[in-house]
Structures are given as C-alpha cells and as structure tokens.
C-alpha cells in the first residue's frame, strides 16, 4: 500500500530554479504539488501563465499566508530571493509547514532565527546553499585537504543575474575548510591593494573571489597551496537540473526531521 504523497508549495516557480523543481516536484508519483506561490497572478492555474506547465492546473498564490492556509501542504520548497525566502520560511514554520529553502544570502541573524523557530517547534527545516550533490563533495573534499594545506583561495562563478557575492556555497566551503585549518592570514604582511578588492573577499584569513559573467552557471574551484604543489577542487554545474537531486532528498529528509539542518552534506550518508 502506497504511503501519502508528501504534498508541496513551490515559492518562485517561474525563476530559473523554480521551474526545475516544478519539473522535478510533478514527475514523482510520491510528491503532489499543490500549489505555487509567485509575485503575481494571484488566483490563476500555474498552467495558464506558463504554456510549458500545460496540465499542470494546481492555484497560484501571491499571499504565503493565505496559500499555506487553504492548501495545508507538508512542505514548502523556496526559490526565490532572500528577503521573500525569510519571510517564506519562517511564516511556513509557524504554519506547522517544513521549509526546504535553496535561497542564497539570507543573513546570519534570520538563519539563527530559523534555527531557533524549527528546533523550538520540533519541525525539520532544511537551508542548502548548494543542492548540487557534486558541489557538496566538493566542499567535503576541501574540508579534507584543509588538514594538509594551510593556504586556499576559493574563486566562485555565476550567471550575472546572481544577487548575493560571494555565492552561500563559497561562504559554507571557507566555513568547513575553518573548522580543519588553524587560523591564518595568508599572503605578504605588507600586501597592498592597488586597486580595492582587487584580492576578494576575505574570511577566516581565506581570500574568496566572485565571477559573474553571462554564460555562466554555478561553478567553484577552491585552490590550495604548498611547497611546491597546488590542490585545485572544482566543481561545475552546467544545467540547473543537476540542483534537483539535492532538492528530492531535502525533501524527503525534512519530513523525518525534528529540527533545523544548514548544508546538504548533513543529511548524505
């Protein structure tokens, strides 16, 4: 006997990543997509807006509160931008619904206030900066070599139309790499910038460096130097069907969870 399909809101299914998951979410027998939350529309079927979701009938909501409360899904997944991700998650919280949230650059203190919120509720709320399951061993990769090589500079790549820089996964990398690296402040002591910025970012002594470009999809190389030698891990994604993996087990894990998760590498075996 087939067990209930986990039903799911999608925020943003009109974005670039919306639009996979929308795929993802209607082609698996054990999900059932209820309904989508977008900035317009309100009141229209997601098929009538976008002839590619032809069949696709399910009632689009412009109001997260109102969306959550008439269609009482088990799962909200988010794709839009980090001010409406904030605002999605943490409304879906307190409407008893599981966030599965792929929004980059909501801030430290809204994260802490999730975390606080989801393990207060007992309700498993889950924030990937990457769901890319490659992009995730890349950065479990680079946490390894950390213990071996004290100097790493991260270059991170993206579309021009990416908001936040540096990306959440470059940020979520120079964090893991900094739990196996003693802090240190890499380059000359007496190192100038002649140009500002011109040496990226910098965390945890790490220099970290944002390409935009047109062409672009998610990409990321984290380079690690020693005498003699140079580590480099990258990894690429080329279309953004390879996030929708990552975001299938974020969504069948949350439902198991009783509180907040940050990072996808927490729920692979």
Same mark, same amino acid.
């Given at each position: 006997?087939?067990?209930?399909?986990?039903?799911?809101?999608?925020?943003?299914?009109?974005?670039?990543?919306?639009?996979? /998951?929308?795929?993802? #979410?209607?082609?698996? =027998?054990?999900? @059932? &997509?209820? !309904?989508?939350?977008?900035?317009?529309?309100?009141?229209?079927?997601?098929?009538?807006?976008?002839?590619?979701?032809?069949?696709?009938?399910?009632?689009?909501?412009?109001?997260?509160?109102?969306?959550?409360?008439?269609?009482?899904?088990?799962?909200?997944?988010?794709?839009?931008?980090?001010?409406?991700?904030?605002?999605?998650?943490?409304?879906?919280?307190?409407?008893?619904?599981?966030?599965?949230?792929?929004?980059?650059?909501?801030?430290?203190?809204?994260?802490?206030?999730?975390?606080?919120?989801?393990?207060?509720?007992?309700?498993?709320?889950?924030?990937?900066?990457?769901? /890319?399951?490659?992009? #995730?061993?890349?950065? =479990?990769?680079? @946490? &390894?070599? !950390?213990?071996?090589?004290?100097?790493?500079?991260?270059?991170?790549?993206?579309?021009?139309?990416?908001?936040?820089?540096?990306?959440?996964?470059?940020?979520?990398?120079?964090?893991?790499?900094?739990?196996?690296?003693?802090?240190?402040?890499?380059?000359?002591?007496?190192?100038?910038?002649?140009?500002?910025?011109?040496?990226?970012?910098?965390?945890?002594?790490?220099?970290?460096?944002?390409?935009?470009?047109?062409?672009?999809?998610?990409?990321?190389?984290?380079?690690?130097?020693?005498?003699?030698?140079?580590?480099?891990?990258?990894?690429?994604?080329y279309d953004r069907?390879?996030?929708m993996t990552g #975001?299938?087990?974020?969504?069948?894990?949350? &439902?198991?969870?009783?509180?907040?998760?940050?990072?996808?590498?927490?729920?692979?075996d």
């Open positions: 006997m087939m067990a209930n399909p986990i039903k799911i809101v999608i925020a943003g299914p009109r974005g670039r990543m919306g639009r996979e /998951a929308v795929k993802m #979410v209607t082609h698996q =027998k054990h999900f @059932q &997509m209820v !309904a989508v939350i977008d900035k317009g529309n309100d009141g229209k079927k997601l098929s009538e807006v976008e002839p590619e979701f032809h069949g696709v009938d399910c009632p689009i909501y412009t109001d997260i509160h109102t969306c959550l409360k008439a269609t009482k899904p088990d799962c909200l997944i988010d794709l839009t931008v980090p001010d409406a991700a904030y605002y999605h998650a943490k409304s879906a919280l307190e409407l008893n619904v599981r966030p599965v949230v792929g929004t980059t650059g909501i801030s430290p203190d809204e994260l802490e206030d999730l975390k606080t919120l989801a393990n207060e509720k007992k309700l498993g709320c889950i924030i990937a900066p990457n769901f /890319a399951i490659g992009a #995730v061993l890349m950065m =479990k990769f680079s @946490q &390894m070599a !950390a213990k071996y090589f004290s100097d790493v500079e991260i270059i991170e790549l993206h579309h021009d139309g990416k908001l936040d820089a540096p990306s959440g996964t470059a940020i979520k990398t120079a964090e893991m790499i900094h739990e196996n690296r003693e802090l240190k402040q890499q380059g000359h002591p007496n190192e100038t910038e002649k140009l500002t910025g011109a040496r990226g970012a910098e965390l945890y002594g790490m220099h970290i460096h944002s390409v935009r470009l047109p062409g672009l999809i998610a990409h990321q190389q984290v380079i690690f130097g020693a005498s003699g030698e140079t580590l480099t891990i990258r990894h690429d994604s069907s390879s996030f #975001v299938k087990v974020s969504v069948e894990t949350v &439902m198991k969870l009783d509180g907040y998760v940050y990072g996808l590498e927490n729920i692979l």
